[in-house]
């Protein structure tokens, strides 16, 4: 196996995470100015800086509106992979339902970079047993979404125990699983992968449990989202206060820790790390 550090970007937009979900409905969504571009442009020069591939999980929702970033994301050399359509929880939905959302979202993706899409991430990692099934049969090649870490409310509703020393993992219906980082305390897993715990925890204290991290499971995987390089963006404050702080908390820093962070490790896209078994 080769690189085993990955460097994944979801490309959705501030409104649309589930922390404002209670503030902002999916209907006002077409109302709402959109601030993806400016920030994945931001994060792709940073990229570009520091000679970093990336896979950028991308809503089928934003590629619809911005087709001329998604082909910029591409040009640039990166991975286009699937976060879904419409960024709704995988638990919550029928089967069919999961099914049409990935579909769509694969359609709308591949006909604009006129490529196949071999990976998914599901929104706020909440996959299923059921939905991976799915994935599987509706040609995907890999998922990057079981976040096996303990008392989370919203994480993967699994009962699948990862097995074997190699960081990328077959499951047993043949699909590959690139599971986001944790860091192994006692008992407790702990969410060592990157997002508001990026942002909320001390850099050199991050990067050491990092390096703990990839010590453990050999290899690691960071993500991270335009928004969270965007400290002008609006603020909603008629949400819950545990809410506030997790979306809001350290967007300030998170640009110059992002750089720390391409300075210290060394990232590819999940799709070069995995290219050999990709059939």
């Known amino acids: 196996m080769m690189n085993s550090q990955f460097f994944s ?8 995470v ?16 959109l601030r993806v571009r400016e920030n994945t442009i931001k994060m792709l020069n940073l990229l570009e800086k520091h000679n970093t591939k ?13 087709k001329e970033l998604i082909r910029n994301i591409y ?30 979202s694969k359609d709308i993706i591949e006909e604009i970079i006129q490529d196949r899409i071999y990976g998914y991430r599901a929104p706020s990692f909440s996959i299923t047993d059921w939905a991976l ?6 040609g995907y090649i890999y998922d990057s979404s079981l976040f096996l870490v303990s008392n989370h409310d919203r994480y993967s509703k699994v009962d699948i125990s990862l097995e074997g020393t190699n960081f990328i993992r077959v499951l047993p219906n043949g699909l590959k699983e690139v599971p986001i980082s944790t860091n ?27 390096i703990r991290s990839r010590n ?33 908390y350290g967007l300030e820093s ?25 059939k």
């Open 9 to 16: 970007v979801d490309i959705e937009d501030w409104f649309q």
């Open 18 to 33: 589930e922390n404002l979900k209670e503030a902002i409905s999916k209907n006002d969504w077409p109302n709402i100015q």
């Open 54 to 66: 990336a896979t950028f999980f991308v809503l089928g929702w934003i590629a619809e509106r911005e």
């Open 75 to 104: 040009s640039r050399g990166h991975e286009i992979a699937s976060h879904g359509y419409g960024h709704d929880l995988v638990y919550k939905l029928s089967h069919l339902e999961f099914r049409e959302d990935i579909r769509k």
């Open 133 to 138: 099934d799915i994935l599987k049969e509706e």
């Open 184 to 210: 192994k305390f006692f008992a407790k897993s702990l969410p060592w992968g990157g997002g508001g715990y990026f942002r909320i925890l001390p850099y050199h204290i991050f990067k050491q449990g990092y």
């Open 216 to 248: 453990q499971s050999n290899g690691l995987i960071f993500y991270c989202h335009p928004w969270e390089i965007d400290a002008d963006q609006p603020r909603v404050s008629n949400i819950k206060l545990s809410y506030q702080f997790r979306h809001y």
């Open 254 to 278: 998170t640009e110059r820790k992002l750089s720390r962070l391409l300075e210290d490790f060394k990232f590819t896209s999940v799709i070069n790390g995995i290219k050999d078994g990709v």
